[in-house]
């Protein structure tokens, strides 16, 4: 069965600090990833998806990127936070093309002082 | 542009019925999702939709129609692990997941 891993649970980070969140799925192979950003009382955002080894789309210009170096390792960075980036940070997997269904990993809470 | 409207929270008690509406407009239409997201943790899924009726999984309902832009997720004899957020996100023409906020469902004894 498919599994997926989100790192670090919980961070508190200063404004101006860098960021790196990674996410890796276990049990699949060329799975698409993606990161969402969910503010309090909002609708999931996607940030970035992939669809294999250095494949990255960006949904929404910001001060964040993501890498995929491995087939199942998904990494999302930041060299300089903002408070404007605390959230819950979701990263997803799917496997197939066009419609296929999300699975979540257990999510990552960002908070920028 | 593209638009979910949910409920932002509703109340029902135990044992009871409850219906999360749902309301859409987007660019074309692949389908629609709903996910359950207990608080703090991640959304998992619930249900799909593509064609039009009424697809039932045990307690849980979801029903959909294409042409009103509309769906509704039935909830059947409710317990209170039930209470949690539900999200309906409706897969656009791009086969992108556009999400609603959310509806907070509260279960009262």
């Known amino acids: 069965s498919q599994t997926i891993h989100q790192w670090p649970a919980t961070l508190v980070q200063p404004v101006g600090s860098p960021l790196s969140l990674e996410c890796t799925v276990e049990?699949?192979?060329?799975?698409?990833l993606y990161w969402y950003r969910q503010a309090a009382g909002r609708g999931l955002q996607l940030l970035f998806y992939?669809?294999?080894?250095?494949?990255i789309s960006s949904e929404v210009p910001q001060n964040l990127s993501a890498s995929r170096p491995q087939d199942r390792q998904f990494i999302l960075s930041s060299k300089k936070l903002l408070l404007s980036d605390s959230g819950f940070y979701l990263c997803a997997w799917s496997v197939g093309v066009e419609v296929e269904t999300q699975y979540f990993g257990p999510g990552t809470r960002l908070l920028v002082l | 542009g593209q638009n979910i409207d949910q409920p932002t929270e509703m109340t029902a008690t135990e044992g009871a019925i409850v219906q999360i509406n749902c309301t859409y407009q987007t660019s074309g239409f692949n389908g629609l999702f709903w996910y359950q997201q207990h608080a703090g943790e991640a959304p998992t899924f619930l249900s799909y939709n593509v064609l039009d009726g009424l697809e039932e999984k045990g307690r849980f309902s979801s029903f959909l129609s294409r042409s009103k832009g509309y769906s509704y997720l039935l909830l059947k004899e409710l317990q209170m692990k039930d209470s949690a957020s539900y999200l309906c996100?409706?897969?656009?023409?791009?086969?992108?997941?556009?999400w609603g906020a959310g509806t907070k469902l509260i279960i009262k004894p």
């Open positions: 996100a409706v897969m656009d023409s791009n086969y992108q997941l556009i």
């Open positions: 992939s669809v294999g080894i250095g494949q």
């Open positions: 049990g699949t192979s060329n799975p698409n």
